[in-house]
């Protein structure tokens, strides 16, 4: 009995080590820009808003602090549209963060179309397009929050699978 109950309190001694090592990782910080949209603002604030929720998800990544809108930022600069590699520099100033997700939604039908970037040491480092449905405009919804998920694995490059 009493090399039983070495055996079970050496193995929560290991899985709360274990546990506490994986929660003192430090997580890489990630700014999420208002998605810009000449015409789809409702679906650029719903995955936005999904964006940011993706990434608080997302494991070893965490929300910066800050709320910036890619569409402010772009015209307070005079920006093109969308912004070259010298105007991005400067909303990375700006904001205050190593590396940023920002893009653009168009409206092509009765689908939204999410151009993504990632921004990261000076340089778009990965773009990812998606499509969904355009009546997608309730950052709450699960649907769009999985779409978001894919999206910013994809320019995460972040493992993906179903535990």
């Not at 709360?16 to 999420?32: I, R, Y």
């Not at 208002?34 to 070893?60: C, N, P, Y």
Request: hydrophobic share 45%; glycine share 4%.
């Amino acid at each position: 009995m009493r090399r039983f109950r070495f055996v079970l309190l050496l193995t929560l001694g290991v899985l709360l080590s274990t546990a506490q090592a994986a929660a003192d990782t430090p997580k890489s910080t990630v700014q999420v820009l208002a998605l810009m949209s000449d015409k789809g603002f409702e679906q650029a604030q719903a995955m936005t808003i999904a964006l940011k929720r993706a990434v608080t998800r997302a494991e070893g990544w965490s929300l910066a602090k800050g709320d910036f809108s890619l569409e402010v930022m772009s015209a307070a600069m005079n920006c093109p549209n969308p912004p070259d590699d010298a105007c991005l520099k400067k909303i990375q100033v700006k904001a205050g963060a190593k590396r940023f997700v920002w893009g653009v939604v168009e409206i092509q039908g009765k689908e939204a179309v999410a151009h993504l970037r990632l921004w990261e040491d000076n340089q778009n480092k990965r773009e990812t397009t998606v499509r969904y449905a355009a009546n997608l405009t309730d950052a709450s919804d699960d649907t769009l929050l999985q779409i978001a998920e894919n999206a910013f694995a994809q320019l995460s490059r972040a493992a993906q699978g179903v535990l």
